[in-house]
């Protein structure tokens, strides 16, 4: 397995607490770099009502995510995050659980965001503090993210 394959996901708990730090509306567009299943798609569209954007590597996960992702108003990108920047671009808040990824994927990430960035790369946030919010995970009760700004 390539380490960008590596899969877990924010919990119920995680997620709502992540909704108290998202400033976004139903104009706005939301974007998640290593989407998985699609999950935490759905729970922001469903939520926030705004267009929301997925990229997933795994073709399974994403072949998966198809039949899960029960609305017509997430789009679901199969491919490589590094062949995807023009939907990274579009993102008011871009969210990826990137702790595996290596450090210029994530510097990619944040240098084609245009606003918001949420993560848990804890070398990328030595270089680029943000501001830390833990989270629950499915493989750490209490895993930071960091949210930064442009």
Not at 20 to 27: A, F, M, P
Not at 48 to 57: P, T
């Amino acid at each position: 397995m390539n380490y960008q394959e590596t899969y877990g996901e924010l919990t119920y708990l995680g997620t709502k607490e992540l909704f108290k730090h998202l400033n976004i509306s139903k104009g706005n567009t939301f974007i998640n770099v290593g989407a998985g299943y699609g999950k935490l798609l759905e729970s922001v569209y469903y939520t926030y009502k705004c267009k929301c954007y997925g990229i997933e590597i795994n073709k399974e996960k994403y072949e998966t995510s198809l039949k899960i992702v029960q609305t017509k108003n997430i789009k679901l990108i199969y491919g490589n995050l590094l062949n995807n920047h023009k939907y990274i671009k579009s993102g008011h808040i871009v969210y990826s659980n990137c702790v595996a990824f290596p450090l210029e994927n994530v510097e990619f990430i944040w240098n084609a965001c245009y606003k918001t960035f949420i993560h848990n790369n804890f070398e990328f946030n030595n270089k680029f503090k943000g501001k830390e919010i833990i989270l629950q995970t499915s493989w750490k009760p209490e895993c930071p993210y960091y949210i930064i700004e442009k």
